[in-house]
T-cell receptor, first 114, second 115 residues
């Protein structure tokens, strides 16, 4: 069974703080993704990575950065958190190569920025 | 880039009725269309998918249809049950080149099945 875990289920931070969200998968997947989920907007892709140290911008990368130093771990960084980054953040992973592969999601981190 | 529109945003049905959720996509090169279900407080999970070389796919009470000419695809749930209540997301992908499995999701549909 694929297992995707995220470091926190709930997080409360102050405006201007640096925030780290971590995602770990245990199935040796090449691809990893970070989404934010907001009501009425669906799942919007922030960044994705198809290999260690490789990253690509998604649809809404502004205000975020990512790091992938190890294959199993993909970190999302908010350099200076703002209130409009209050959201649910979901990590996902999938096998590489053949793009029909299913994406497996983590449980999500609900981030509140005060 | 790809744009996926999903309707309706909310859908309320009685147990036993059918439910239909529709999505349109913009990129004619998209060739893979998965549907994810997210129950309250849980993670999204794949429930069914369809590739562009197939017009319809069924799995027990759920089915997906694809019209490539019109660039739309739909999820059909028959004999709905309360446990079908969830948020449903459609998505599209151009599985080729350097897509790296990058999906574009619709806005989601909140389905409520009343007992």
């Amino acid at each position: 069974d694929v297992k995707v875990t995220q470091s926190s289920r709930y997080l409360v931070k102050r405006t201007g703080e640096k925030v780290f969200l971590e995602c770990v998968q245990d199935m040796d997947h090449e691809n990893m993704f970070w989404y934010r989920q907001d009501p009425g907007l669906g799942l919007r892709l922030i960044y994705f990575s198809y290999d260690v140290k490789m990253k690509e911008k998604g649809d809404i990368p502004e205000g975020y950065s990512v790091s992938r130093e190890k294959k199993e771990r993909f970190s999302l960084i908010l350099e200076s958190a703002s209130t409009n980054q209050t959201s649910m953040y979901l990590c996902a992973s999938s096998l590489g190569g053949f793009e029909y592969n299913e994406q497996f999601f983590g449980p999500g981190t609900r981030l509140t920025v005060l | 880039g790809e744009n996926v529109e999903q309707h309706p945003s909310t859908l309320s049905v009685q147990e036993g009725d059918s439910a239909v959720i529709k999505c349109t996509y913009s990129d004619s090169a998209s060739n893979y269309f998965p549907w994810y279900k997210q129950e309250l407080g849980k993670r999204p999970q794949l429930i069914i998918d369809i590739r562009s070389n197939v017009g319809e796919k069924k799995d027990q009470r759920i089915a997906v249809t694809l019209n490539k000419t019109a660039k739309h695809f739909s999820l059909h749930i028959t004999e709905t049950q309360p446990e079908d209540s969830a948020v449903y997301f459609c998505a599209a992908l151009n599985a080729g080149g350097t897509s790296y499995g990058k999906l574009t999701f619709g806005q989601g549909t909140i389905l409520t099945v009343h007992p």
